[in-house]
C-alpha cells in the first residue's frame, strides 16, 4: 500500500503510472483480462519485488473484480476511487474533511454490500427475513448505510453555515479574500507561507497535502491585510462524485476578491495541468469577472535555468527561495484594489474624536501626518466604499 501512495505521489499524473502499474479500460466486465494476459501480469507481479499494492487505472473496479483480483494476487487492489479516497483520508485534519471522506465511501460500502449480499445469497442468506422484521439483512445494511449518510450530510450542512457566517464576517471586516489555487503540490502552501510568515503552514511533498481550507492573513506593500486561502490541489480524472464530495469546501472561493493560480512550471505536464485546473474553475461557476481576473504564477522557477515566461501576464516566482513575491504582492494590491473598490484617500481626521482608531480597526492607515492645529491629521488610507459609507455616518463626516 505505502508503495502505491508513494508512486502517486513522485508521479503525480495517472497517465504515467500507466506505464509501471496495470491499466485496464472495460472495469466494469466481470472478468478484466483475458487469461493470457492475466497470467502474464501475475507473474510480472510475483516476479517484481516489494509490491505491496496494485493500482488499476480505471476510475471505479467492481466489487467483484476488486475482490476476485484481490484474492488472485493476494494484494490490496486500488482503482482510481479508492487510491485518491485512501490520500485524502491519510491527510484529513479537520472534522469537515473527515466527514467529507465518510461521505464519499458511502457508495464503496454500498456496492461491496451488493457483493456480498449476492454472495450470501448463492448460500441461501442474504435474502432473508430477519426474525420476522419484514426486512432482509441487505435491506437492514442498506438502510443503516441511508441513515449514516443523511447523519453526515446535516452535519456538514451544519459547518456549511458556520462557514458562512464567519464569511459574512470577514466581509464585513473589510479584508479582501485572496483564492491560492492550483495543481497538487504545485506549491500553494509554500507560497502563502513565504507571503505571510505563516509558521503554521506544512507544505509538503506529497499529493493532497492541503486539504482542508484555510486562511492566513498577509501584507499588501500599502500595508493592506489580506486573507489568503489555501486551497485543496487539483488533479486530473479526481474521480466525479469525489469531486461532489469536495467542491464543498471550494465553495468560498466564488466569494473571493482575486483567484491566484499557481503552477509548477518545472512539470512535465503543466500545460495539461493548466487546462485541468481552468476546466475545474469553470464547473464550481466562478463568477466571471473573477475568472478573467486571476494572477497566474509560474512557481518553481529555480529548477528551470534561465527561465523566461511565454506569458507576458504571468508571474515567475520561486515560492521556496522567495523570488519574484514582491512583484507577485504588487500585482495582488492592483488587482485587489480594483475588484473590491478600494480607494486610497486623504482624510482629516479630529484627534479628539475615536475617529483614527475607527480607521485603524475597519481600514488600511498608511500614513499619520500633522494637520494644521493641534488636535487634527491627515491620515492616508485604504478603504473600501462600504467602510467609507459607514465612516461617514458614524462621525457625520460631509
Ligand atoms: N524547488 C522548489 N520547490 C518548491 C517550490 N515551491 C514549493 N516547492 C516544493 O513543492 C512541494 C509541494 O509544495 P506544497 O506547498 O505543499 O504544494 P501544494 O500545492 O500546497 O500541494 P497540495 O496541498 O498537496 O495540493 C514541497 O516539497 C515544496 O517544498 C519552489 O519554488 N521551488
Ligand atoms: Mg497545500
Redesign the pocket.
Known sequence: MAEAVGLVSTLQNWSVMDKIILSTKTPEKKTIFGKGNFQMLTERIRETPGVSAVFMNVERLSAVSEKELQDAWGLKVFDRYSLVLHIFRRNARTKEAKLQISLAEIPLLRSRLKNEVGNLDQQGGGSRYIMGSGETLYEVQQRLLKEQELKIRSVLERLRKKRHMLRTQRKHKDFPIVSVM?Y???????LIKALTGDVALQ????????LDVTIHGGRLPSHMTVLYVDT??FLSQLPHQLIDSFSATLEDVAHSDLIVH?RDISHPETVNQKVNVLNVLKNLQIPERLMNSIIEVH??I??VQGYESPDPEAVPI????ELGLDELKQRVEESVMKSTGKQTMILKVDLNSPQLGWLYKEATVQEVHDGDDDCSAEVKVVIGAAAYGRYRKLFQVT
Open positions: 492550483g497538487t503540490n504545485c506549491g500553494k502552501t509554500t507544505p509538503k511533498d506529497q499529493l493532497f497535502a492541503t485543496i490541489g499557481v512557481n518553481k529555480d529548477l520561486s515560492a521556496l527561495n
